[in-house]
T-cell receptor
Framework: KQEVTQIPAALSVPEGENLVLNCSFT??????LQWFRQDPGKGLTSLLL?????REQTSGRLNASLDKSSGRSTLYIAASQPGDSATYLC?????????????FGRGTQLTVWP | NAGVTQTPKFRVLKTGQSMTLLCAQD?????MYWYRQDPGMGLRLIHY???????AKGEVPDGYNVSRLKKQNFLLGLESAAPSQTSVYFC?????????????FGPGTRLTVT
Protein backbone atom coordinates (compact mmCIF):
# COMPACT_ATOMS: atom_id res chain seq x y z
CA LYS A 1 0.00 0.00 0.00
CA GLN A 2 1.25 3.46 -0.88
CA GLU A 3 2.12 5.56 2.17
CA VAL A 4 2.83 9.27 2.01
CA THR A 5 4.70 11.11 4.76
CA GLN A 6 5.21 14.83 5.20
CA ILE A 7 7.94 16.43 7.26
CA PRO A 8 7.81 18.65 9.23
CA ALA A 9 4.28 18.45 10.61
CA ALA A 10 4.43 22.14 11.52
CA LEU A 11 6.69 25.04 10.64
CA SER A 12 6.77 28.62 11.91
CA VAL A 13 9.02 31.17 10.18
CA PRO A 14 9.42 34.94 9.85
CA GLU A 15 8.31 36.65 6.71
CA GLY A 16 10.84 36.65 3.86
CA GLU A 17 12.38 33.24 4.49
CA ASN A 18 12.76 30.63 1.77
CA LEU A 19 11.11 27.35 2.79
CA VAL A 20 11.31 23.69 1.88
CA LEU A 21 8.47 21.30 2.65
CA ASN A 22 9.17 17.60 2.27
CA CYS A 23 7.01 14.75 1.05
CA SER A 24 8.04 11.11 0.77
CA PHE A 25 6.20 8.12 -0.68
CA THR A 26 6.91 4.43 -0.34
CA UNK A 27 6.06 3.19 -3.83
CA UNK A 28 7.71 4.92 -6.78
CA UNK A 29 5.10 3.61 -9.24
CA UNK A 30 3.13 6.84 -9.47
CA UNK A 31 1.40 8.71 -12.29
CA UNK A 32 1.88 12.08 -10.68
CA LEU A 33 2.28 13.95 -7.42
CA GLN A 34 0.04 16.86 -6.50
CA TRP A 35 0.60 19.62 -3.94
CA PHE A 36 -2.42 21.28 -2.33
CA ARG A 37 -3.00 24.19 -0.01
CA GLN A 38 -5.73 24.10 2.64
CA ASP A 39 -6.77 27.16 4.61
CA PRO A 40 -8.52 26.64 7.98
CA GLY A 41 -12.11 25.49 7.48
CA LYS A 42 -11.74 25.47 3.71
CA GLY A 43 -11.33 23.00 0.90
CA LEU A 44 -8.17 21.99 -0.94
CA THR A 45 -6.68 24.20 -3.63
CA SER A 46 -4.37 22.55 -6.13
CA LEU A 47 -1.00 24.32 -6.31
CA LEU A 48 1.18 22.19 -8.54
CA LEU A 49 0.99 18.82 -10.26
CA UNK A 50 4.14 17.03 -11.36
CA UNK A 51 3.76 14.20 -13.81
CA UNK A 52 5.93 11.14 -13.32
CA UNK A 53 7.99 12.03 -16.39
CA UNK A 54 8.80 15.51 -15.04
CA ARG A 55 11.41 16.63 -12.54
CA GLU A 56 9.84 19.89 -11.41
CA GLN A 57 7.05 22.40 -11.84
CA THR A 58 6.99 26.11 -11.06
CA SER A 59 4.22 28.57 -10.36
CA GLY A 60 5.17 32.03 -9.19
CA ARG A 61 7.10 31.73 -5.92
CA LEU A 62 6.41 28.00 -5.72
CA ASN A 63 8.61 25.26 -7.11
CA ALA A 64 7.94 21.57 -6.69
CA SER A 65 10.43 18.85 -7.53
CA LEU A 66 10.00 15.11 -7.90
CA ASP A 67 12.55 12.33 -7.49
CA LYS A 68 10.74 9.07 -8.12
CA SER A 69 13.76 6.86 -7.55
CA SER A 70 14.19 8.12 -4.00
CA GLY A 71 10.46 8.49 -3.37
CA ARG A 72 10.63 12.18 -2.55
CA SER A 73 9.07 15.47 -3.54
CA THR A 74 9.83 18.92 -2.19
CA LEU A 75 7.84 22.14 -2.30
CA TYR A 76 10.01 25.23 -2.27
CA ILE A 77 8.41 28.54 -1.29
CA ALA A 78 10.50 31.61 -2.03
CA ALA A 79 10.29 34.83 -0.03
CA SER A 80 7.49 33.62 2.23
CA GLN A 81 4.63 35.96 3.17
CA PRO A 82 2.01 35.87 5.96
CA GLY A 83 -0.56 35.04 3.29
CA ASP A 84 1.26 31.74 2.72
CA SER A 85 0.14 30.54 6.15
CA ALA A 86 -1.91 27.39 5.58
CA THR A 87 -1.61 23.61 5.62
CA TYR A 88 0.18 22.12 2.65
CA LEU A 89 -0.72 18.61 1.55
CA CYS A 90 0.99 16.36 -0.93
CA UNK A 91 -0.77 13.48 -2.63
CA UNK A 92 0.52 10.70 -4.85
CA UNK A 93 -1.48 9.15 -7.65
CA UNK A 94 -0.39 5.56 -7.42
CA UNK A 95 0.03 3.77 -10.73
CA UNK A 96 -1.33 0.58 -9.23
CA UNK A 97 -4.44 2.19 -7.77
CA UNK A 98 -7.77 2.24 -9.46
CA UNK A 99 -8.44 5.13 -11.72
CA UNK A 100 -7.30 8.27 -10.06
CA UNK A 101 -7.14 7.45 -6.39
CA UNK A 102 -4.88 9.83 -4.46
CA UNK A 103 -2.88 8.88 -1.37
CA PHE A 104 -2.48 11.88 0.93
CA GLY A 105 0.11 12.86 3.47
CA ARG A 106 -1.08 14.42 6.72
CA GLY A 107 0.21 17.84 5.80
CA THR A 108 2.63 20.51 6.97
CA GLN A 109 1.01 23.38 8.88
CA LEU A 110 2.90 26.54 7.92
CA THR A 111 2.78 29.81 9.85
CA VAL A 112 4.57 32.85 8.44
CA TRP A 113 4.68 35.75 10.88
CA PRO A 114 5.33 39.40 10.00
CA ASN B 1 -17.95 28.09 -13.88
CA ALA B 2 -18.45 27.12 -10.22
CA GLY B 3 -16.11 24.09 -10.23
CA VAL B 4 -17.07 21.63 -7.48
CA THR B 5 -19.85 22.58 -5.09
CA GLN B 6 -21.12 20.76 -2.00
CA THR B 7 -24.41 20.95 -0.15
CA PRO B 8 -24.87 21.49 2.78
CA LYS B 9 -21.85 23.24 4.29
CA PHE B 10 -22.67 22.28 7.87
CA ARG B 11 -24.96 19.72 9.46
CA VAL B 12 -25.61 18.33 12.92
CA LEU B 13 -27.26 14.91 13.16
CA LYS B 14 -28.35 12.74 16.02
CA THR B 15 -27.20 9.13 16.16
CA GLY B 16 -29.37 6.99 13.92
CA GLN B 17 -30.56 9.78 11.64
CA SER B 18 -29.95 9.69 7.92
CA MET B 19 -28.85 12.31 5.46
CA THR B 20 -27.51 12.82 1.94
CA LEU B 21 -24.60 15.00 0.93
CA LEU B 22 -24.70 16.39 -2.58
CA CYS B 23 -21.70 17.09 -4.78
CA ALA B 24 -22.01 18.82 -8.14
CA GLN B 25 -19.36 19.65 -10.74
CA ASP B 26 -19.66 21.66 -13.93
CA UNK B 27 -16.36 20.65 -15.57
CA UNK B 28 -17.76 17.60 -17.37
CA UNK B 29 -15.41 15.36 -15.39
CA UNK B 30 -15.84 11.61 -15.63
CA UNK B 31 -14.41 10.74 -12.22
CA MET B 32 -15.76 11.81 -8.86
CA TYR B 33 -14.65 11.00 -5.32
CA TRP B 34 -15.78 11.32 -1.73
CA TYR B 35 -13.14 11.75 1.00
CA ARG B 36 -13.33 12.30 4.72
CA GLN B 37 -10.78 14.30 6.66
CA ASP B 38 -10.14 13.65 10.33
CA PRO B 39 -7.50 15.19 12.63
CA GLY B 40 -4.32 13.14 12.56
CA MET B 41 -5.67 10.83 9.86
CA GLY B 42 -5.37 12.87 6.70
CA LEU B 43 -7.83 12.44 3.84
CA ARG B 44 -9.23 8.98 3.22
CA LEU B 45 -11.22 7.84 0.22
CA ILE B 46 -14.77 6.65 0.99
CA HIS B 47 -16.24 5.88 -2.45
CA TYR B 48 -15.57 6.92 -5.98
CA UNK B 49 -17.17 6.82 -9.41
CA UNK B 50 -15.63 6.49 -12.85
CA UNK B 51 -18.77 7.42 -14.73
CA UNK B 52 -22.51 7.88 -14.67
CA UNK B 53 -24.19 4.88 -13.11
CA UNK B 54 -20.98 3.35 -11.70
CA UNK B 55 -19.60 3.47 -8.17
CA ALA B 56 -16.88 1.65 -6.24
CA LYS B 57 -15.62 1.35 -2.69
CA GLY B 58 -12.61 3.20 -1.44
CA GLU B 59 -10.59 2.82 1.73
CA VAL B 60 -13.32 3.46 4.34
CA PRO B 61 -16.72 2.66 2.75
CA ASP B 62 -18.57 1.13 5.72
CA GLY B 63 -21.66 3.05 6.80
CA TYR B 64 -21.90 5.02 3.56
CA ASN B 65 -23.66 4.57 0.24
CA VAL B 66 -23.30 6.53 -2.97
CA SER B 67 -25.08 7.10 -6.23
CA ARG B 68 -24.18 8.73 -9.52
CA LEU B 69 -27.37 9.01 -11.54
CA LYS B 70 -26.14 12.03 -13.48
CA LYS B 71 -22.61 12.70 -14.65
CA GLN B 72 -22.40 16.02 -12.84
CA ASN B 73 -23.71 14.81 -9.46
CA PHE B 74 -22.33 12.41 -6.87
CA LEU B 75 -24.39 11.73 -3.74
CA LEU B 76 -23.08 10.38 -0.44
CA GLY B 77 -25.63 8.88 1.93
CA LEU B 78 -25.49 8.02 5.60
CA GLU B 79 -28.34 5.63 6.40
CA SER B 80 -27.86 5.54 10.18
CA ALA B 81 -25.38 8.12 11.39
CA ALA B 82 -22.88 7.25 14.12
CA PRO B 83 -20.60 9.55 16.17
CA SER B 84 -17.61 7.97 14.40
CA GLN B 85 -18.87 9.63 11.20
CA THR B 86 -18.26 13.09 12.63
CA SER B 87 -15.84 14.51 10.11
CA VAL B 88 -15.30 16.94 7.27
CA TYR B 89 -16.37 15.48 3.94
CA PHE B 90 -14.81 16.55 0.68
CA CYS B 91 -15.92 15.81 -2.83
CA UNK B 92 -13.50 15.93 -5.75
CA UNK B 93 -13.60 15.40 -9.47
CA UNK B 94 -11.11 14.77 -12.24
CA UNK B 95 -10.98 14.14 -15.93
CA UNK B 96 -10.26 10.64 -17.18
CA UNK B 97 -7.24 11.57 -19.22
CA UNK B 98 -3.89 10.13 -18.21
CA UNK B 99 -1.43 11.14 -17.01
CA UNK B 100 -3.08 14.15 -15.55
CA UNK B 101 -5.94 13.06 -13.29
CA UNK B 102 -5.67 16.43 -11.57
CA UNK B 103 -8.30 16.49 -8.85
CA UNK B 104 -10.40 19.52 -8.01
CA PHE B 105 -11.98 19.73 -4.58
CA GLY B 106 -15.16 21.20 -3.22
CA PRO B 107 -15.29 23.40 -0.08
CA GLY B 108 -16.32 20.57 2.22
CA THR B 109 -19.24 19.63 4.47
CA ARG B 110 -18.66 19.71 8.21
CA LEU B 111 -20.80 16.99 9.83
CA THR B 112 -21.26 16.46 13.53
CA VAL B 113 -23.09 13.41 14.85
CA THR B 114 -24.17 13.62 18.49
Amino acid sequence: KQEVTQIPAALSVPEGENLVLNCSFTDSAIYNLQWFRQDPGKGLTSLLLIQSSQREQTSGRLNASLDKSSGRSTLYIAASQPGDSATYLCAALHRGSTLGRLYFGRGTQLTVWP
Amino acid sequence: NAGVTQTPKFRVLKTGQSMTLLCAQDMNHEYMYWYRQDPGMGLRLIHYSVGEGTTAKGEVPDGYNVSRLKKQNFLLGLESAAPSQTSVYFCASSSAGLPIYEQYFGPGTRLTVT
